[in-house]
Every structure is written in structure tokens, then in C-alpha cells.
């Protein structure tokens, strides 16, 4: 009777279920965080009641009660899974099981205990963009850009797919910090960065590479298409007008674009050639776009580019 009475009011959800995985009992966090109530619940299976799967594909997970059953043992679940819980909402959970075993030491059952962990997981999104995102622009900092362009080298996406990457160089960008300050200057790098997180897809990446220097990463994208973004981008940054105080500001930028597929060419050189493409389109007087040849390791040709407006 105690321990009936103690496991309804602990804060963590707690089932137990019978050697087939047939429900014997749900305190009354579980009744709330399924949606089942322990009448309802009663001799249903596990997976009735608790349907788990995880975040990122939403596929569903192995039952982890049968998981305790075969391997005889406790067992946790892995992060990144949610409940589905009987009116469709999610919610995030994190939880273990272990078996039940009678005074002879044989298993009798299974006991989930679980918890909802929204907070924490919410806490460690927010520690993982901060990490991943610069203050100032809400753009990909420069390590999680190569990280992302790294990804897409190595192979760990669709080997023969097209991508294209663009390093972008604002012009005019000091005489903005000589007349306007510093803080005139950080407004604008603001704004490129809103134009930048409007332009883009959803699967691609806009970064801040350090100072006026930006990074975009296309993913699956051709050449052909790759320069139709960067010229939307060439356009848009053009157009603006930031105004501060009594100072209205205009700059423009310059575009290096390199097409690129899994396994051409190593991070550092990518960028590089797509930097020289960018330094290229500055030195022919800015306010254009140069195309890299795509990378030639071992090479003493590795890139060339061409100018086009």
C-alpha cells in the first residue's frame, strides 16, 4: 500500500507491464504525459500506450521493454526521442527500464520510468545555437560553415550531387566604420545578414567568416543555379540602404562562386579558391561575381577564374 501510494505522487512517470508487455500499472505522471488513464491502459500493450520515436527522422524506436526482456538487464533510452502521446502532441522524453524479478530472481515484468525533458532539451538547443550562430549577424560562425562544408566533401551526403559555395566580400565596407562608427557598421553587417536568411533555402547555410566577409553553402545546387542566387544576393546587398542617425548608407559586394561535389578537393582549398575568385571580382572593381574552376588538388593549376557581371 505505501509503495503504491509513493509511486502515484513521485514527479517521474512510472508503468509496469507483465513478462508479455501487457500494462499492470501507471502512476498518475504517466497518465499525464501519455494521455491514458490506468482504467484505459490496463492489460494494453506497451506500445499501445507509449509510442516513442525520435525527433530528428521520426521514425519509430525498438521497444525498450523488449530490449530490457532479451537482454535481461537495465536499459536507457538514447537522447533526441519524443512521445507521441494519444491526442498527437509531442513530447520529449528521456527514460529507462529495468526488469522486475521475483524473490527466486526471475523476470516478471518490466518497469519504465520516464521524464519529460522539453526544458532541458530546449536549454540545450539554445547552448548549441549560440554556439553554432554568430551574435551578431544570427549567421553560421565560420567553424560551423566549414564544419558544414566539410559534411558535404567528405561524402556523408549524396556523393554525386552538385553544390556550389559563394564567399561574398562587402564593398565600401570601411568608409561605413570611418563615417558612421562602429556601430553604424554593425547595423549593416545586421542587415546583410537578414537579407542573407531571407534570400536563402532551407537546406542551405549563410555564415560569417570574419569582419565584411560572408559564406554561402548551396547544397544540391548547379553552377548555372548557384550563380542565379549569387547574382540575387548581389542585387539585394546593392539595394540597400542603412540609415543611421542622420547617415544613409549604401554598399555593394563582390562574389566568388565555386561549384563542388563530394570528394573535390579539401576544405581549406575549396575556400580558398572561392576567396581568390572573390578578391578577382574586387580587383575588376567590385560589385560583381567570379566563377572558381572547381579544385585540382596536387595541381599547380588549382583554380582559375573569370569575371561576369
Same mark, same amino acid.
Given at each position: 500500500?505505501?509503495?503504491?501510494?509513493?509511486?502515484?505522487?513521485?514527479?517521474?512517470?512510472?508503468?509496469?507491464?507483465?513478462?508479455?508487455?501487457?500494462?499492470?500499472?501507471?502512476?498518475?505522471?504517466?497518465?499525464?504525459l501519455t494521455g491514458w488513464t490506468m482504467t484505459e491502459a490496463l492489460g494494453l500493450p506497451?506500445?499501445?500506450?507509449?509510442?516513442?520515436?525520435?525527433?530528428?527522422?521520426?521514425?519509430?524506436?525498438?521497444?525498450?521493454?523488449?530490449?530490457?526482456?532479451?537482454?535481461?538487464?537495465?536499459?536507457?533510452?538514447?537522447?533526441?526521442?519524443?512521445?507521441?502521446?494519444?491526442?498527437?502532441?509531442?513530447?520529449?522524453?528521456?527514460?529507462?527500464?529495468?526488469?522486475?524479478?521475483?524473490?527466486?530472481?526471475?523476470?516478471?515484468?518490466?518497469?519504465?520510468?520516464?521524464?519529460? +525533458?522539453?526544458? @532541458? &532539451?530546449?536549454? %540545450?538547443? !539554445?547552448? *548549441?545555437?549560440?554556439?553554432?550562430?554568430?551574435?551578431?549577424? =544570427?549567421? #553560421?560562425?565560420?567553424?560551423?560553415?566549414?564544419?558544414?562544408?566539410?559534411?558535404?566533401?567528405?561524402?556523408?551526403?549524396?556523393?554525386?550531387?552538385?553544390?556550389?559555395?559563394?564567399?561574398?566580400?562587402?564593398?565600401?565596407?570601411?568608409?561605413?566604420?570611418?563615417?558612421?562608427?562602429?556601430?553604424?557598421?554593425?547595423?549593416?553587417?545586421?542587415?546583410?545578414?537578414?537579407?542573407?536568411?531571407?534570400?536563402?533555402?532551407?537546406?542551405?547555410?549563410?555564415?560569417?567568416?570574419?569582419?565584411?566577409?560572408?559564406?554561402?553553402?548551396?547544397?544540391?545546387?548547379?553552377?548555372?543555379?548557384?550563380?542565379?542566387?549569387?547574382?540575387?544576393?548581389?542585387?539585394?546587398?546593392?539595394?540597400?540602404?542603412? +540609415?543611421?542617425? @542622420? &547617415?544613409?548608407? %549604401?554598399? !555593394?559586394? *563582390?562574389?566568388?562562386?565555386?561549384?563542388?561535389?563530394?570528394? =573535390?578537393? #579539401?576544405?581549406?582549398?575549396?575556400?580558398?579558391?572561392?576567396?581568390?575568385?572573390?578578391?578577382?571580382?574586387?580587383?575588376?572593381?567590385?560589385?560583381?561575381?567570379?566563377?572558381?574552376?572547381?579544385?585540382?588538388?596536387?595541381?599547380?593549376?588549382?583554380?582559375s577564374s573569370q569575371a561576369t557581371a
Amino acid at each position: 500500500m505505501q509503495a503504491s501510494a509513493t509511486l502515484a505522487s513521485i514527479a517521474e512517470a512510472v508503468i509496469t507491464t507483465d513478462v508479455a508487455g501487457a500494462i499492470t500499472y501507471l502512476n498518475a505522471t504517466a497518465e499525464r504525459l501519455t494521455g491514458w488513464t490506468m482504467t484505459e491502459a490496463l492489460g494494453l500493450p506497451l506500445a499501445t500506450v507509449v509510442q516513442l520515436m525520435t525527433e530528428d527522422t521520426r521514425e519509430p524506436i525498438e521497444s525498450i521493454t523488449e530490449r530490457c526482456l532479451r537482454e535481461g538487464r537495465t536499459v536507457d533510452l538514447a537522447d533526441g526521442v519524443v512521445l507521441l502521446r494519444r491526442d498527437g502532441t509531442e513530447v520529449p522524453i528521456g527514460d529507462s527500464a529495468a526488469p522486475i524479478r521475483d524473490r527466486d530472481g526471475s523476470t516478471i515484468g518490466v518497469v519504465m520510468v520516464f521524464h519529460d +525533458v522539453t526544458e @532541458r &532539451r530546449r536549454a %540545450a538547443r !539554445a547552448l *548549441s545555437y549560440d554556439a553554432t550562430h554568430d551574435a551578431l549577424t =544570427g549567421l #553560421a560562425t565560420r567553424k560551423e560553415f566549414e564544419r558544414r562544408l566539410e559534411r558535404l566533401l567528405s561524402g556523408r551526403t549524396a556523393a554525386t550531387a552538385d553544390h556550389a559555395l559563394c564567399y561574398l566580400d562587402l564593398d565600401r565596407f570601411k568608409r561605413v566604420n570611418d563615417r558612421g562608427g562602429h556601430e553604424a557598421g554593425d547595423e549593416l553587417l545586421r542587415t546583410v545578414g537578414r537579407v542573407l536568411r531571407g534570400q536563402l533555402r532551407n537546406r542551405d547555410t549563410g555564415g560569417r567568416l570574419g569582419g565584411d566577409e560572408f559564406g554561402v553553402l548551396l547544397e544540391d545546387c548547379t553552377l548555372a543555379k548557384g550563380l542565379e542566387t549569387a547574382e540575387e544576393l548581389r542585387r539585394a546587398i546593392e539595394d540597400l540602404r542603412c +540609415v543611421w542617425g @542622420r &547617415r544613409t548608407f %549604401a554598399v !555593394a559586394v *563582390s562574389i566568388g562562386v565555386i561549384p563542388f561535389t563530394a570528394g =573535390g578537393g #579539401a576544405m581549406a582549398s575549396v575556400l580558398r579558391a572561392a576567396d581568390a575568385a572573390c578578391y578577382g571580382a574586387k580587383r575588376a572593381g567590385g560589385n560583381r561575381i567570379a566563377v572558381a574552376q572547381p579544385v585540382v588538388e596536387h595541381s599547380s593549376r588549382a583554380l582559375s577564374s573569370q569575371a561576369t557581371a
